[in-house]
């Protein structure tokens, strides 16, 4: 058992050495995020599974805090209104939950983060595409699959397939991008004073 634990540990180590590639990326969706919400935009963020956890989670890294004390930063979770979700799904399909809380709460000037593993999750697409539609910005966190690195505005693809390391990984990426958001908010605070 423990040679294996040691092999998954290599793997995760070995990935995590690939992804400093990504940072090219990384920055853009920083960029993109900070302008949306200097100019009174919002985040959405969608997932399924992990990746609905990851989006709740990064959400609410946006809505609090990250690391730093600073006021709130405009942050949604399509994930989390279970009558919403529910709803939808029951009278329309489950690859509608996400595109059409975008039509209703998504504007010009927002930014929407659709999070997939396969890169593939038809609901993910739905919203990205009603979303680049409505001229909000898109970002896609994938991994090596799928037509989401093709469709967001910045894919931000792991380099693996294995759902569990990518997982990892866009955990990692997103709390790379609060922290630079987070520093670019404090940042636009003290040259506003």
């Not at 989006?55 to 805090?65: D, G, P, S, Y």
């Not at 929407?112 to 898109?138: D, F, Y």
Request: include cysteine.
């Amino acid at each position: 058992m423990e040679e294996r634990i040691r092999a998954i540990i290599r793997e995760s180590e070995e990935l995590h050495g690939r992804i400093s590639a990504l940072a090219p990326r990384i920055g853009q969706a920083a960029e993109l995020v900070t302008g949306a919400l200097s100019r009174g935009g919002k985040v959405m963020f969608a997932g399924n599974g992990g990746s609905a956890s990851d989006a709740q989670h990064l959400a609410a890294e946006f809505v609090n805090r990250f690391q730093r004390e600073r006021g709130p930063m405009a942050g949604l979770a399509l994930t989390t209104d279970t009558s919403v979700l529910t709803s939808i799904a029951n009278d329309y399909s489950f690859e509608e939950i996400f595109s059409k809380q975008v039509r209703a709460l998504g504007r010009q000037g927002d930014v929407l983060v659709g999070i997939s593993t396969s890169g593939s999750s038809k609901n993910i697409v739905r919203a990205l595409e009603e979303a680049k539609s409505m001229g909000i910005v898109t970002i896609g966190l994938t991994g090596e699959g799928g037509v989401i690195k093709d469709l967001a505005d910045c894919a931000i693809a792991v380099p693996s397939g294995r759902t569990a390391r990518v997982q990892e990984l866009h955990i990692l990426i997103g709390h790379i991008l609060c922290e630079l958001v987070e520093e670019e908010s404090l940042r636009g605070i003290s040259h506003q004073k």
